[in-house]
């Protein structure tokens, strides 16, 4: 009787072990699953919500991701309430940063995202999972949670928190929080579909502006087509390298070239500006030697009378102050300069361009959350990027990169006069 009561247990235990196993995996089996399902995958399309806290108000954007093997991708960042949308693409062409309502295109020679992952990309999710072995692993109804290392290009983010769907491992939901442990990115998906067919005209750079604009950019490739030269001819070349196509005015190439390395900040950071070839040194903003940068009574207006407002970063670093601010005009167009002195020495130029068709950018892809930077230079540095149809420049020799990053995230809010 003693060895039957023993044996019934014995069942009734296996039993319940079974089933308290059945539709539950341990941290290893998922990880090799996700290994698996990223080597087999082809395709994905995802959409949803994320959520910046970088800085005084949360900004929220609608994300929209498209994935096809072997390295398509393209990325719709929308803010409706602020009119802001940009595009990132990638192709056989290369990367291309689409801006549409600037009807403005930059083209990199990168290997993103390889270099540098996205938080609504699927590869990066998974990556920081399969690459970090003290990863936390817990169970939340629907979902496989993983608290892992974050390996984003801003170093103040620290860790983040992945949640999979248990059915087949699409993300719901991503958490990335700084050093401090607060949540500083949000990303929420509503779908997220393995397997979309998916048109190849997805990622076609041409008709996405089409698209998006109505318009449709002359897109050039200088360094394929052999017409660098004529387009040194025809386009205004910028302080960080950016070979910049206007549809509207152009140049005499001697302006170009004088005011290539232009240096708004030459008195705040002392740096000697980089020669990259082009004659002519630094000029400051009050000696008009061209239309480049110089200050305007008029500059906050543009022509119909449409008024430009200057934005402000709500982030100082530590030990610097605002050394001066005035209105200027910079490569043709209204703009707003802040220059910054202390422990780092930086320049803050703001800018409406007019629209402008394609641009080879010498330099890296930086992730600034709400959109895409460009950072380019050596000694001296520029960070480019473009907000609410205004383009930002932050050009300094001193301000370290994670600095430059901070500054850049901070400006949000219009100026205060």
């Keep these: 009787m003693r060895r039957r009561i023993s044996f019934i247990a014995a069942i009734l235990l296996c039993a319940t072990a079974v089933l308290a196993g059945c539709g539950t995996k341990d941290a290893n089996s998922v990880v090799k699953d996700l290994d698996q399902t990223v080597n087999k995958m082809e395709s994905y399309h995802g959409s949803g919500t994320m959520t910046l806290h970088t800085g005084q108000q949360p900004l929220e954007y609608q994300v929209d991701v498209s994935y096809q093997k072997p390295q398509y991708y393209r990325i719709e960042l929308t803010n409706a309430k602020k009119d802001i949308s940009q595009i990132v693409l990638r192709n056989d062409e290369g990367v291309f940063v689409l801006t549409p309502r600037l009807n403005k295109v930059f083209r990199f020679q990168s290997d993103w995202p390889a270099n540098q992952g996205q938080v609504y990309l699927y590869q990066t999710l998974v990556s920081s999972i399969l690459l970090d072995n003290s990863r936390q692993f817990t169970v939340d109804k629907d979902n496989y949670v993983f608290d892992v290392m974050a390996n984003y290009q801003n170093g103040s983010l620290a860790r983040q928190k992945i949640w999979l769907n248990k059915a087949d491992y699409a993300p719901s939901k991503v958490e990335v929080s700084d050093t401090n442990a607060s949540v500083m990115v949000e990303v929420k998906f509503n779908t997220f579909e393995f397997g979309s067919k998916l048109d190849k005209s997805v990622f076609d750079t041409q008709r996405n502006m089409e698209s998006s604009t109505g318009n449709q950019p002359t897109m050039a490739h200088p360094e394929e087509d052999g017409s660098n030269t004529d387009i040194e001819n025809d386009a205004a070349l910028t302080p960080d390298g950016v070979v910049e196509q206007n549809s509207g005015d152009k140049q005499p190439k001697d302006t170009q070239d004088d005011s290539a390395h232009t240096k708004p900040d030459d008195e705040a950071d002392g740096a000697k500006a980089e020669d990259d070839g082009a004659s002519g040194g630094p000029s400051s903003p009050d000696e008009k030697a061209d239309d480049t940068l110089a200050p305007a009574e008029n500059a906050g207006t543009q022509a119909g009378g449409q008024t ?31 220059r910054y002195t202390g422990d780092y ?73």
């Design 308 to 338: 430009f407002t200057a934005m402000e970063p709500s982030y100082l670093p530590e030990g610097v102050s605002e050394k001066d601010q005035q209105e200027i005009v910079f490569g043709g167009n209204p703009g707003f300069m802040i």
């Design 345 to 417: 020495d930086y320049t803050l130029i703001e800018t409406q361009p007019h629209d402008q068709s394609v641009s080879l950018m010498k330099g890296e892809m930086v992730d600034l959350g709400f959109t895409l930077g460009q950072m380019s230079g050596d000694e001296q540095k520029t960070l480019t990027w473009t907000y609410n149809g205004i383009e930002f420049r932050i050009t300094s020799a001193t301000l370290p990169d994670i600095e430059m990053v901070k500054v850049a995230q901070s400006v949000q809010g219009e100026m205060s006069k």
